[in-house]
């Protein structure tokens, strides 16, 4: 090996066949046994030890989109009214027109089917496949009691329809479990709640929190929340910044003022 060489190359102690990185991976180390004719016992072993990295490789991908995706769902804003309860809900079809754009851009996808009900005269079982393009998925399930009924115990609904809206309420249930989505009454930002604020605006709110609690200003972040209809900075819509910075800027005058007055 020449000086130049020395220089600027690793030496490899890997074999031939496989390319010179730090980490193999485990398809790799495969190849290489194939190559160097490894009995069936140990090339079963290394087929085992690829199937568990990629599966790891995949889950971690998923949890991963799950997060993301999570964090940039849109609110569900309540559409329809249940006549007999007397409360608003979200349609099937509205909860899937305002999410299904964003858990497919972040490689997910929704597949439903009915399953063996534990007690098939009383309840349906809708099964959930939740897939990520990386190859992981994640199964759930919901038993649901059968529609039809009327307050007073009388069948409204044929067995056909019954059977359609308990199916219909399964995937909505399920669909606003998996990604954990938020359902409200109304439009927080006039977009969905689309459009959260950037880290620098939740840094500078945050900040300007903080100094409120450093003037003494009491419950100020519970105040605060429960004003926004959020939980966290970070659910604060972009759309309400300004005001929320007009807001915080107000409190601090009026705490300054009313703090050098005691003074």
Same mark, same amino acid.
Request: overall charge negative; proline content about 5%.
């Given at each position: 090996m020449?000086?130049k060489?020395t220089?600027n190359?690793?030496?490899t102690?890997?074999?031939a ?6 980490? +193999?991976t485990?398809?790799?180390l495969l190849q ?6 490894m ?8 087929m085992?030890l690829?199937?568990r ?6 889950l971690e991908?998923f949890t991963?989109?799950?997060?993301a995706?999570?964090r940039?769902? +849109?609110?569900?804003v309540?559409? %329809?009214?249940?006549?007999?309860t007397? @409360?608003?809900?979200?349609r099937?079809?509205?909860?899937v027109?305002?999410?299904? +754009?964003t858990? @497919?851009k972040?490689?997910?996808s929704?597949?439903f089917?009915?399953?063996?009900? +534990? ?17 992981h998925?994640? $199964?759930?399930h919901l ?7 009327g307050?007073k ?5 044929? %067995? @056909? $329809?019954g059977?359609?809206?308990?199916? %219909?309420?399964?995937k909505r249930?399920l669909t606003?479990?998996i ?5 409200a009454?109304?439009?927080?930002d ?10 620098? $605006?939740?840094v500078?709110l945050s900040?300007?929190?903080d ?10 972040r519970?105040k605060f929340?429960?004003?926004l209809?959020?939980e966290t900075?970070? $659910?604060i819509?972009?759309s309400?910044?300004d ?6 800027? @107000?409190?601090?005058?009026q705490?300054?003022a009313?703090n050098?007055?005691?003074?």
């Amino acid at each position: 090996m020449t000086k130049k060489q020395t220089d600027n190359q690793e030496p490899t102690t890997l074999p031939a066949e496989l390319p010179a990185e730090r980490e +193999p991976t485990p398809m790799a180390l495969l190849q290489s046994a194939i190559n160097q004719g490894m009995d069936v016992e140990k090339m079963s072993r290394l087929m085992d030890l690829q199937d568990r990295w990629m599966a790891s490789r995949s889950l971690e991908a998923f949890t991963v989109a799950l997060n993301a995706c999570q964090r940039d769902l +849109p609110v569900v804003v309540k559409d %329809a009214q249940n006549t007999h309860t007397r @409360t608003r809900y979200a349609r099937l079809e509205n909860v899937v027109h305002t999410i299904k +754009p964003t858990y @497919t851009k972040h490689g997910f996808s929704l597949s439903f089917a009915e399953g063996d009900s +534990p007690r098939p005269e009383h309840s349906m079982r809708i099964i959930a496949d939740l897939h990520h393009v990386g190859g992981h998925s994640r $199964q759930y399930h919901l038993d649901v009691p059968l529609d039809g009924m009327g307050a007073k115990g009388n069948s409204n609904m044929t %067995a @056909t $329809q019954g059977k359609g809206s308990t199916f %219909a309420y399964g995937k909505r249930y399920l669909t606003c479990s998996i990604f954990n989505v938020v359902v409200a009454d109304e439009d927080l930002d006039g977009n969905n709640g689309n459009t959260p604020i950037s880290d620098e $605006q939740e840094v500078k709110l945050s900040e300007l929190l903080d100094y409120c609690e450093e003037l003494g200003v009491k419950a100020i972040r519970a105040k605060f929340f429960a004003w926004l209809k959020v939980e966290t900075v970070a $659910q604060i819509p972009a759309s309400r910044f300004d005001e929320a910075v007009k807001s915080l800027n @107000t409190t601090i005058a009026q705490r300054k003022a009313k703090n050098e007055e005691a003074a």
